[in-house]
């Protein structure tokens, strides 16, 4: 293996050769058509990057020669790097540039509906209001006020497993907030700065971190599960967290954030071990059995 031959490639080349390291490695196979599918590269093309890749790991992969593809070598080792959240999204929905919308999966695969899913029409200004650091004007519904106009300047995207988020400085009240997308119409980017505090780093719940140490629940039978299933460490999870979404993590992990972990279920396979960490979180009141006590009362 050449790990340095392949950094002199070219990006190109090595978008190519990572695809064939993916495909051996995940389907066990590799051949002309599959390059040809994915990259729109002639037959030769693909014949002289699946030459080349053999040059640079000849013991992960060998050619059948009676069914003209070539096969995962008995000694394979990745060459590339494969981030599994990545890979599960490529096996689940297929490589896609968003040329043509109909990229397939891989493998036969479920995964829970999607039935909060933004507008591509108001995600498109709001991600554009982002990038340029541009205040926007939208309208939105919300379930405590009805429909209002506003002015807020966004700085990030947040996926709490339900819906998305936009983080943003809200004008009207003055506070740095979280808007659903699918509530947002019309936004509008306007040509102007944001103030200095309505700048992320003023965002206190955003700027803090918060750490969180998750052991399997007390309640449930073998913990060494629990342990093996979330990649435990000393039979601990300990995890880092921005303060603005720690109550939407925990909720969708279902983590028991009670003192005293009092919540009964079998989706509660994770307990919070020091509820205090959350002390100060505005949204932990989203996280299962959390309830607000003072550091006093501890």
């Known amino acids: ?4 031959r392949v950094e002199s490639l070219s990006h190109a080349q090595r978008e190519r050769l990572a695809y064939i390291d993916f495909r051996l490695y995940f389907m066990g196979e590799v051949g002309r058509p599959d390059l040809a599918s994915r990259f729109g590269v002639a037959p030769a093309g693909a014949t002289r990057d699946l030459a080349l890749y053999r040059e640079i790991a000849p ?12 096969r995962i070598g008995k000694a394979f080792a990745p060459i590339f790097e494969h981030a599994p959240q990545r ?11 968003g040329v043509n919308g109909e990229s397939q999966p891989m493998l036969p695969c479920e995964s829970p509906a999607v039935l909060s899913s933004p507008q591509m029409g108001v995600l498109a200004p709001i991600c554009s209001a982002i990038h340029a650091k541009r205040p926007v004007t939208i309208r939105y519904h919300s379930v405590s006020s009805g429909q209002s106009e506003r002015v807020i300047v966004p700085f990030a995207l947040v996926d709490t497993g339900l ?25 509008t980017l306007l040509d102007e700065e944001p103030k200095a505090n309505e700048r992320p780093d003023n965002d206190i719940q955003w700027t803090r971190i918060v750490e969180v140490e998750l052991v399997p629940h007390p309640d449930q039978p073998r913990p060494e599960i629990t342990s093996r299933d979330f990649n435990m460490a000393n039979g601990a999870l300990e995890m880092k967290l921005r303060a603005a979404i720690a109550g939407y993590m925990l909720r969708r992990l279902s983590v028991d954030c009670s003192p005293d972990h009092s919540l009964r279920g079998h989706e509660y396979r994770l307990w919070l071990k020091d509820h205090l960490a959350l002390y100060g979180v505005k949204n932990a009141v989203l996280a299962p059995g959390y309830t ?3 550091k006093a009362d501890s």
Do not use: C
Not at 1 to 4: D, E, F, G, L, T
Not at 59 to 70: A, C, L, P
Not at 87 to 97: K, M, R, Y
């Open 163 to 187: 819906r998305w988020h936009v983080r943003a400085f809200d004008r009207k009240t003055g506070e740095f907030r979280d808007f659903v997308v699918t509530r947002i119409d019309t936004p």
């Open 1 to 4: 293996m050449h790990p340095q």
């Open 87 to 97: 890979v599960l999204s490529a096996l689940s929905l297929g490589f896609g540039d």
């Open 59 to 70: 013991q992960n992969i060998e050619f059948d020669g009676s069914n003209k593809i070539y």
């Open 292 to 294: 607000v006590t003072s």
